[in-house]
């Protein structure tokens, strides 16, 4: 099955700053997903990247937000822009394995402050 | 609609007790229902998971039960220990291609006590 590294597991950054998130996946894939988890909230999908075209996001996020890169098929990233506190959260970034199976790196904490 | 309702939020049981965590969904279209566990500094795994043809489901000491007509399904975990102890997200579903439709629900915080 795949490996997912996501780097960095954690960090505290200034707010107006942005942070920039990355996932590696150990084999190739179509569709990598990022995720956000907010303390005592669901796990909310933020977009949906595939390798050479733009990412697709769901209701509430916006590119500019949230800019994601997807150069190739095992590497994307995904920047928080201008980083307010309502932005800490845990992040993460997953792949599909099986049918409707959602596999998970093991996410980035982010505190704003 | 889309919404899957979770309780409780958190959850203390001594070790051996049988914890039970409930979700209830709306959208009679899902027919796919997963139970991800998530330890602390680790993303969510998937557990198990059933689909609404059959109305129970076990999986070593972990059992979701299914109530497609009151929309509800639960989990029950059997002598719980104390590496039980995870957040418990249930979901829900349309089965078949990718995870994009997935709807989660908000969490169960589990402590097992020793």
């Known amino acids: 099955s795949a490996v997912i590294s996501q780097k960095p597991s954690r960090d505290i950054c200034q707010r107006g700053t942005s942070l920039t998130i990355q996932c590696q996946v150990d084999?190739?894939?179509?569709?990598m997903f990022w995720y956000r988890q907010q303390p005592g909230q669901s796990l909310t999908l933020i977009a949906t990247?595939?390798?050479?075209?733009?990412?697709?996001?769901e209701s509430g996020f916006v590119i500019d937000k949230f800019p994601i890169s997807r150069p190739n098929l095992t590497f994307s990233t995904l920047t928080v822009s201008n980083m307010s506190p309502e932005d800490s959260s845990i992040y993460l970034c997953?792949?599909?394995?099986?049918?409707?199976?959602?596999?998970f790196g093991q996410g980035t904490r982010l505190t704003v402050v | 609609q889309q919404q899957v309702k979770q309780s409780p939020q958190s959850l203390i049981v001594q070790k051996g007790g049988i914890p039970i965590i409930n979700c209830a969904y709306e959208?009679?279209?899902?027919?796919?229902f997963p139970w991800y566990q998530q330890f602390p500094g680790k993303g969510p795994a998937l557990l198990i998971a059933?689909?609404?043809?059959?109305s129970e489901k076990k999986e070593g000491r972990f059992t979701i039960s299914f109530n497609k007509s009151a929309k509800q399904f639960s989990l029950h975990i059997m002598d719980s220990q104390p590496g039980d102890s995870a957040t418990y997200f249930c979901?829900?579903?349309?089965?078949?291609?990718?995870?994009?439709?997935?709807?989660f629900g908000k969490g169960t915080k589990l402590s097992v006590k020793p």
């Open positions: 997953s792949v599909d394995r099986g049918p409707t199976e959602a596999f």
């Open positions: 979901a829900a579903s349309n089965y078949g291609g990718s995870q994009g439709n997935l709807i």
């Open positions: 059933i689909r609404p043809d059959v």
């Open positions: 990247a595939n390798q050479g075209s733009e990412a697709t996001y």
């Open positions: 084999s190739q894939v179509t569709m």
């Open positions: 959208n009679t279209a899902f027919d796919y």
